[in-house]
């Protein structure tokens, strides 16, 4: 059990050093929250929620280090939609088409990664496996 310690400690400050920023899609989900605020008070990595207005008030209560996108109303949502739009075409019907679809959380999460505004987007508490990946291929593709 020990060797097994050793491995978690010396993989956290790994995390630590390379100074991170993780978007978690699902915000609104309270294991989320709660790994947010692990992530943060640890200092493993800057932590970004997506979610909602109720999001958003609980972490200026609850979780000052913890950001909040609500992706329906982000400033980035319009670049997330020409991703999505431009890498999936034939799925694309549209501009609005393009935005409904990048204001999924999930998606939206792995559009900020495709455009290098975080580094990793972690789903799958709530959202199924191949919706995740399905996101992911979409947005940031096997490269």
């Known amino acids: 059990m020990i060797a097994g310690r050793a491995f978690t400690d010396a993989l956290l400050e790994r995390a630590r050093a390379a ?4 978007v978690l899609a699902e915000g609104d989900d309270p294991r989320v929250r709660d790994a947010a605020l692990r992530l943060v008070g640890e200092r493993v990595a800057t932590v ?3 979610g909602t207005d109720a999001t958003a008030s609980w972490a200026v209560r609850e979780a000052p280090g913890v950001a909040v996108r609500i992706p329906a109303a982000d400033p980035s949502l319009g670049r997330v939609a020409d991703l999505l739009a431009a890498r999936k075409p034939a799925a694309v019907a549209g501009p609005d088409a393009a935005r409904r679809l990048a204001a999924d959380p999930v998606r939206f999460a792995a559009g900020l990664v495709a455009l290098g505004e975080a580094d990793a987007s972690v789903a799958g ?3 199924t496996t191949a919706d995740v990946l399905r996101a992911a291929l979409w947005a940031v593709g096997m490269a």
């Open 125 to 127: 508490a709530v959202t």
């Open 48 to 50: 970004t929620l997506l």
């Open 19 to 22: 100074a991170r920023h993780v």
